[in-house]
């Protein structure tokens, strides 16, 4: 049997969750979730510096949001913790312990001055840098007394500097790197704490990770780990580098390409379900031209064999796109759940209203408006000339149903008639309205549209009679005055 999958996202908290950690983050769990592996979310925060606890919580936050859910972390624990490498310092240290008995790493001694010289040497004479070996060879002795002396050192790994290593990308398939492009690297550092390098394959190996996804960027870095996973003796995961993300220029994304963080995307009313399946759509395709694909599906048909080995260009206008689909697919009553807020600021409704009819005007509402809306912002823009005065009518509406003569006129009938309907009910609003058009001798849609128009300044909109009833007697007779007034006046423009 295949030994199980375990896979890890290893933020460093220096900043917030970008879309380009999001998206190997959902790679990795996708990959897990269809496996039936593990995901471990690990915190890189050796760099003591640049990391914050604001950065590490804002990451996981955005992960929660995003509904991409870890099995071991620095939050709920797991076999191999802790899971933050700022707690793990005693294990790389053993390890650390282990290559100097081996011989597999050696001290080194040389100041930053001398390597300067030695980058500047190679410079001049047209050599690639690569460390000079200098303390590579020191007798025992030398290194004993200059380690007792207390010297200033680092570690560096022992490394071969002929034939070649072969990185298996799961993505790019065989990428070879020559030996001699890889120098006797530092494995830990003056300060007495391990590099990136070692403590992400001390993790690795310990945290048992059967592959490794992460971005493009460290292939780079992956032949130094296949060779330290050789000092150790241990079989290297499988690894597979995710492509990078492009601004629509194909420049490096960044701020200035607009939002790049998850937190920004949330406030901006991107769904979570819409930014992972863009997320998906960037860099991976199921084999055909689906574009939604939500999460479950996703489960399904991920594959690292179909992930894009070119870099994806960021398309604000597809993240859009999607979000209308999520958008429109939710339950109004959820939409409802999640602008309850915002509408009690508007003064929409009052924070603890439980009146049923009012609720269920809402949902009306909000369930017409939803369909046209393609996130909160517009929803709510929707739903304004329900809940405040008209200020404007849809300018083709005013052409349309506004240019008849007769048109105040008929709005001044319809209100004096509303003025007597009781009780103010759709259906008995409904009864009245249409024995006016009887007698007005019009088809129905010659008044009706006009109406709407004149209530709700759009010419779309839910049943005119459940508007109307919701409005209330005083504000439905008040638009229609005000409309009969503008247009009669010719503030309305109607030609
Ligand atoms: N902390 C590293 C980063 O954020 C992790 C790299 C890796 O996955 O090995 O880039």
């Not at 298996?168 to 990428?175: A, E, K, N, P, T």
């Not at 008209?390 to 009938?413: C, M, N």
Request: one cysteine or more.
């Amino acid at each position: 049997m295949d030994k199980q999958v375990r896979v890890r996202f290893a933020p460093s908290p220096t900043g917030a969750l970008h879309i380009g950690g999001a998206r190997t983050a959902y790679f990795n769990w996708l990959f897990a979730r269809q496996q039936q592996g593990v995901f471990v979310l690990r915190i890189d925060d050796t760099d003591r510096a640049r990391s914050t606890e604001e950065s590490y919580r804002q990451i996981l936050d955005s992960f929660r949001w995003l509904g991409i859910d870890w099995d071991e972390g620095p939050d709920c624990g797991g076999p191999y913790g802790p899971y933050r490498q700022s707690e793990r310092t005693e294990i790389y240290r053993n390890h650390l312990q282990r290559l100097i008995a081996e011989g597999k790493v050696y001290p080194c001694f040389c100041s930053a001055e001398q390597l300067q010289a030695d980058r500047e040497e190679a410079a001049r004479e047209g050599r690639p840098s690569r460390y000079s070996g200098r303390c590579r060879d020191l007798s025992a002795e030398e290194r004993e007394r200059r380690l007792a002396a207390g010297e200033p050192h680092v570690y560096r790994l022992r490394t071969d500097a002929t034939g070649e290593t072969v990185v298996h990308d799961l993505i790019r398939g065989d990428v070879v790197f020559q030996n001699s492009e890889i120098d006797d690297f530092i494995v830990w550092k003056a300060d007495d704490s391990p590099t990136y390098h070692f403590a992400s394959c001390v993790d690795d190996l310990a945290m048992r990770i059967s592959h490794v996804i992460r971005a493009e960027e460290h292939l780079s870095n992956t032949p130094r780990h296949v060779t330290l996973f050789e000092a150790f003796g241990s079989e290297a995961p499988a690894f597979a580098h995710v492509p990078m993300i492009l601004a629509p220029d194909r420049s490096k994304l960044s701020k200035r390409h607009g939002a790049t963080s998850v937190s920004e995307y949330r406030e901006m009313g991107i769904l979570p379900e819409a930014l992972v399946n863009y997320l998906l759509l960037l860099g991976f395709s199921p084999g055909d031209d689906r574009e939604i694909v939500d999460r479950e599906t996703a489960i399904e048909v991920f594959s690292l064999d179909r992930v894009a080995k070119h870099a994806a260009v960021y398309d604000v206008k597809k993240l859009e796109w999607l979000n209308a689909h999520y958008f429109r697919a939710q339950s109004p009553d959820v939409v409802v759940g999640q602008i309850w807020d915002e509408l009690v600021r508007f003064g929409y409704v009052a924070a603890n209203e439980v009146d049923r009819h009012v609720l269920a005007w809402i949902r009306t509402v909000v369930e017409f408006v939803q369909t046209r809306s393609r996130n909160a912002a517009d929803l709510i823009d929707g739903m304004r000339p329900y809940f405040e005065g008209i200020t404007a009518y849809d300018d083709k509406g005013v052409r349309k149903q506004f240019s008849d003569p007769a048109t105040p006129e008929r709005l001044r009938a319809v209100a004096q008639r509303l003025a007597g309907v009781a009780p103010f009910t759709a259906p008995v609003i409904e009864s009245s309205f249409r024995a006016l058009i009887d007698e007005l001798g019009l088809k129905a849609g010659q008044l009706i549209h006009p109406v709407r128009l004149a209530l709700t300044g759009v010419t779309v909109g839910p049943g005119l009679f459940d508007v109307i009833a919701m409005l209330g007697r005083e504000e439905a007779c008040q638009r229609l005055e005000i409309a009969a007034e503008r247009i009669a006046s010719g503030t309305v423009a109607t030609k």
